[in-house]
């Protein structure tokens, strides 16, 4: 779970608060803004991020988001550096075409706050949590494939797979045989009507304090965004346009998350050094390492953040420096990205 608004909870429209960016002190440290060099946040959401930079330096910034609605929300941002400031609608994968599209051939820093945001999670229309009843939604995007496609036309076995790998759920059968049950009765169309059946499916609270539909929801919303996908992909689009020197920095907010980052870093840095199966038998070699590692373990909230966002507990940052070694090529399975739902 994200916060990637300002600190200090100012409004920026009737009865809605900005967000708290999650490790921003860390994130900015990490980055090493410097005037003059031009940076990407992947994952604009309020804005968080992107400000921090633009104070920190008298350096440029391009701002992407795939929610429209962050988009919107970024007029004010835009209009007060309106001459370093660019926010584009796009996903992060796409973030070294988007690049090339503005004339910039490579940038300096490249941030990344991976999920779903807190405003997203707040919005009760979006459909991404449980806590208050909405549409079975959950696209970060205005388009593609909703919740409740996958939830009504989605077969069980398939569905099983979806919950226990992406949302790690040890009841998956039964919560997907609850489903396909429910479904042939009436279309499930609700976060409320998914969240109560879920719960009778899994008889009831865990012991962990967590609402047992939690999982279901992760599960859901990181299928319907790939958002595992998304983030290898990401990755490799920020390796394709650092600079020698070039810094990444990236937040995460679970373990599969943060498995995908910590893998393509550490292969990217020698540290599991692999032969490229991209590469014809002929010319087969030891990739040349084009990351160093700055922080061989993650960065995490401190105690008086955590006081202050208790939705930062589970953050992860981990960062690294681009050397002058060629991007390598993507291989999404060797970094254990999952292929489900197939």
Excluded at 126 to 136: K, M, T
Excluded at 178 to 206: E, N, Q, Y
Excluded at 261 to 290: N, T
Excluded at 316 to 323: D, E, K, N, W
Aim: glycine share 8%; with cysteine.
């Amino acid at each position: 779970m994200t916060g990637r608004g300002r600190p200090g909870g100012k409004l920026t429209e009737p009865g809605r608060a900005r967000h708290i960016p999650v490790l921003l002190a860390e994130v900015i440290a990490s980055l090493r803004p410097l005037d003059g060099a031009t940076y990407i946040d992947g994952t604009f959401g309020a804005g968080g991020y992107t400000r921090a930079i633009l104070e920190a330096a008298d350096c440029r910034v391009l701002a992407l988001d795939r929610d429209p609605r962050a988009i919107l929300g970024g007029k004010p941002l835009l209009e007060e550096f309106a001459d370093r400031l660019t926010v584009i609608e796009s996903r992060f994968s796409e973030l070294d075409i988007v690049a090339r599209e503005q004339d910039v051939s490579e940038v300096d820093g490249v941030v990344l706050d991976i999920g779903v945001s807190s405003m997203q999670l707040d919005e009760a229309e979006r459909g991404f949590s449980f806590q208050s009843d909405g549409p079975l939604d959950m696209r970060m995007s205005a388009s593609g494939t909703s919740a409740a496609d996958v939830i009504n036309e989605m077969d069980e076995e398939d569905l099983a797979r979806i919950l226990y790998v992406l949302g790690e759920e040890r009841r998956s059968r039964a919560i997907a045989r609850a489903i396909v049950k429910a479904r042939t009765v009436a279309p499930i169309t609700t976060t409320r009507v998914l969240a109560d059946l879920v719960s009778r499916a899994v008889g009831g609270r865990r012991g962990d304090d967590h609402h047992p539909a939690t999982r279901t929801f992760q599960a859901l919303r990181i299928y319907v965004n790939d958002e595992l996908g998304e983030l290898a992909r990401g990755l490799a689009a920020a390796e394709r346009c650092l600079k020698p020197g070039g810094r990444l920095v990236v937040v995460t907010f679970h373990s599969l998350e943060d498995r995908i980052v910590k893998r393509f870093l550490q292969e990217r840095a020698g540290k599991e050094s692999r032969v490229s199966r991209h590469l014809p038998p002929q010319s087969i070699k030891l990739q040349v390492p084009s990351f160093e590692i700055v922080n061989p373990r993650p960065l995490t909230p401190s105690k008086e953040e955590l006081e202050v966002n208790p939705r930062a507990r589970s953050a992860r940052l981990r960062a690294a420096v681009r050397t002058e070694a060629p991007a390598w090529p993507l291989d999404e399975d060797e970094l254990g990205v999952p292929s489900v739902g197939d």
